[in-house]
């Protein structure tokens, strides 16, 4: 059973959150961990009980005191990887989903058979075998005894560790990573708080991953680009709901991490108001072919006279912001290979007819063959308003 430490992350009642303090709090008799709940609604306090301060939480009023024995602080890697995958045989219980009532009257039911069921289970109780592998909310802490994932799984290719147990220091993450030689996709989704290595040397275990997820880990973008500097094969990028207002360190230094393999990057549900920064980040990518901005609060869109005009961008997300003028879309026009843009709910269509709006927007963007999830058909394109009349028109508008 793993000790209860202070920074170790932990489940109670279906709730997760971090030990920040461990000891006694008189006048009561033994050990009690002080925690910071992921939900700050859970919270009773700040960390302070009649009137002494035992820790400070980052969020006032997110703090509570529960016992030890009250928490489950989570399991190895293998042990999750075995109680999700093996199955050693059929239980009673597992038969009875192998029938469904036959009519609506009586007790009597009818066996189902389930086509293909006993091969797939067979599969994936193979752990050696396995290449993708889910291990969403199953409370993985640790990466186990040293080489027993490489020994168990050495196959895995795309790996899901969102909403687990993992320690804020990604050392533990580092350890499960080195032992999958393989390994192209990791999600580290809903893991609080994460913290870089402590020892450099470790962020090599992620030079070979190709794809990232950390989407509402509620760390900054500068923090997570010394990992992302040491990811040089990264070809997607996903940092979704993580409260970002900036995309820029000390001296702009933060823009420049990103690989230059790098060809999707998804910043949806940001805070976002700087289009200037975007650029600064998207100036670095030579290689971007998908961008994806909605939710933000990006105000317009602009490119520099003679600069670079990103030639293989092709999908780009800008729904959900707050895009005013028309001169935005002129700019997105000039993009010269944009076949997919999502351009939904801006202030900019808010007094046009939705087909009007299409119509003008397809003029102004003579590449698009999607737009908002629907299709630009030939026949649309052979009867856009002329160009001239378009530059005309768009002007009433701004």
Same mark, same amino acid.
């Not at 303090?21 to 033994?30: C, K, M």
């Not at 393989?182 to 809903?190: M, P």
């Not at 990103?258 to 805070?271: A, D, G, P, R, V």
């Given at each position: 059973?793993? $000790?209860?430490?202070?920074?170790?992350?932990?489940?109670?009642?279906?709730?997760?959150? *971090?030990?920040?303090?461990?000891?006694?709090? #008189?006048?009561?008799?033994? @050990?009690?961990?002080?925690?910071?709940?992921?939900?700050?609604?859970?919270?009773?306090?700040?960390?302070?009980?009649?009137?002494?301060?035992?820790?400070?939480?980052?969020?006032?009023?997110?703090?509570?005191?529960?016992?030890?024995?009250?928490? *489950?602080?989570?399991?190895?890697?293998?042990?999750?990887?075995?109680?999700?995958?093996?199955?050693?045989?059929?239980?009673?219980?597992?038969?009875?989903?192998?029938?469904?009532?036959?009519?609506?009257?009586?007790?009597?039911? *009818? #066996?189902?058979? &389930?086509?293909?069921?006993?091969?797939?289970?067979?599969?994936?109780?193979?752990?050696?075998?396995?290449?993708?592998?889910?291990?969403?909310?199953?409370?993985?802490?640790?990466?186990? =005894?040293?080489?027993?994932?490489?020994? %168990?799984?050495?196959?895995? $290719?795309?790996?899901? !560790?969102?909403?687990?147990?993992?320690?804020?220091?990604?050392?533990?993450? $580092?350890?499960?990573?080195?032992?999958?030689?393989? !390994?192209?996709?990791?999600?580290?989704?809903?893991?609080?708080?994460?913290?870089? #290595?402590?020892?450099?040397?470790?962020?090599?275990?992620?030079?070979?991953?190709?794809? &990232?997820? &950390?989407?509402?880990?509620?760390?900054?973008?500068?923090?997570?680009?010394?990992?992302?500097?040491?990811?040089?094969?990264?070809?997607?990028?996903?940092?979704?709901?993580?409260?970002?207002?900036? /995309?820029?360190?000390?001296?702009?230094? $933060?823009?420049?991490?990103?690989?230059?393999? /790098?060809?999707?990057?998804? /910043?949806?549900?940001?805070?976002?108001?700087?289009?200037?920064?975007? !650029?600064?980040?998207?100036?670095?990518?030579?290689? !971007?072919?998908?961008?994806?901005?909605?939710?933000?609060?990006? #105000?317009?869109?602009?490119?520099?006279?003679?600069?670079?005009?990103?030639?293989?961008?092709?999908?780009?997300?800008?729904?959900?912001?707050?895009?005013?003028?028309?001169? =935005?879309?002129?700019?997105?026009? %000039?993009?010269?290979? &944009?076949?997919?843009?999502?351009?939904?709910?801006?202030?900019?269509?808010?007094?046009?007819? @939705?087909? *009007?709006?299409?119509?003008?927007?397809?003029?102004?963007?003579?590449?698009?063959?999607?737009?908002?999830?629907?299709?630009?058909?030939?026949?649309?394109?052979?009867?856009?308003?002329?160009?001239?009349?378009?530059?005309? %028109?768009?002007?009433?508008?701004?």
């Amino acid at each position: 059973m793993m $000790a209860v430490t202070v920074g170790a992350r932990y489940v109670c009642g279906g709730y997760f959150g *971090t030990v920040r303090f461990v000891g006694e709090v #008189p006048p009561s008799e033994g @050990s009690w961990a002080g925690v910071e709940w992921d939900d700050s609604t859970r919270g009773k306090h700040s960390g302070e009980h009649n009137g002494v301060q035992y820790f400070i939480s980052s969020v006032p009023g997110s703090a509570s005191f529960l016992r030890p024995k009250k928490i *489950t602080l989570g399991t190895s890697f293998v042990e999750a990887l075995a109680e999700r995958y093996r199955r050693e045989s059929a239980t009673a219980e597992d038969q009875v989903d192998m029938y469904l009532p036959a009519t609506a009257k009586g007790s009597h039911i *009818t #066996p189902v058979e &389930l086509v293909g069921a006993e091969k797939i289970t067979e599969k994936q109780s193979h752990l050696d075998t396995l290449q993708s592998v889910s291990l969403r909310g199953m409370l993985v802490a640790s990466a186990g =005894s040293e080489g027993e994932i490489l020994n %168990t799984s050495p196959n895995v $290719a795309e790996l899901d !560790l969102s909403r687990n147990l993992l320690l804020p220091s990604m050392e533990v993450v $580092a350890d499960i990573v080195k032992q999958l030689p393989y !390994l192209r996709s990791l999600d580290l989704s809903e893991n609080r708080q994460l913290q870089l #290595p402590r020892q450099p040397t470790a962020l090599q275990s992620f030079s070979h991953l190709k794809v &990232l997820y &950390l989407n509402s880990v509620c760390i900054s973008w500068p923090k997570v680009m010394p990992l992302l500097k040491a990811m040089s094969s990264l070809k997607e990028f996903h940092f979704c709901k993580n409260k970002q207002e900036h /995309l820029s360190g000390k001296g702009d230094s $933060a823009c420049m991490c990103l690989s230059e393999k /790098l060809c999707l990057l998804n /910043l949806e549900k940001n805070q976002l108001s700087s289009w200037t920064q975007v !650029l600064n980040v998207m100036q670095q990518l030579p290689n !971007l072919e998908t961008l994806i901005l909605n939710d933000n609060q990006l #105000p317009k869109i602009f490119f520099s006279e003679g600069g670079t005009c990103f030639p293989k961008l092709k999908h780009l997300s800008l729904s959900g912001n707050c895009i005013h003028e028309w001169s =935005s879309v002129h700019a997105i026009g %000039t993009l010269p290979s &944009l076949v997919d843009l999502k351009f939904k709910n801006n202030p900019l269509l808010n007094d046009e007819h @939705s087909y *009007t709006a299409r119509q003008l927007m397809i003029s102004e963007i003579r590449t698009l063959t999607m737009l908002n999830n629907s299709a630009v058909s030939a026949l649309t394109l052979l009867y856009i308003i002329p160009q001239d009349s378009v530059l005309c %028109t768009s002007v009433s508008f701004i």
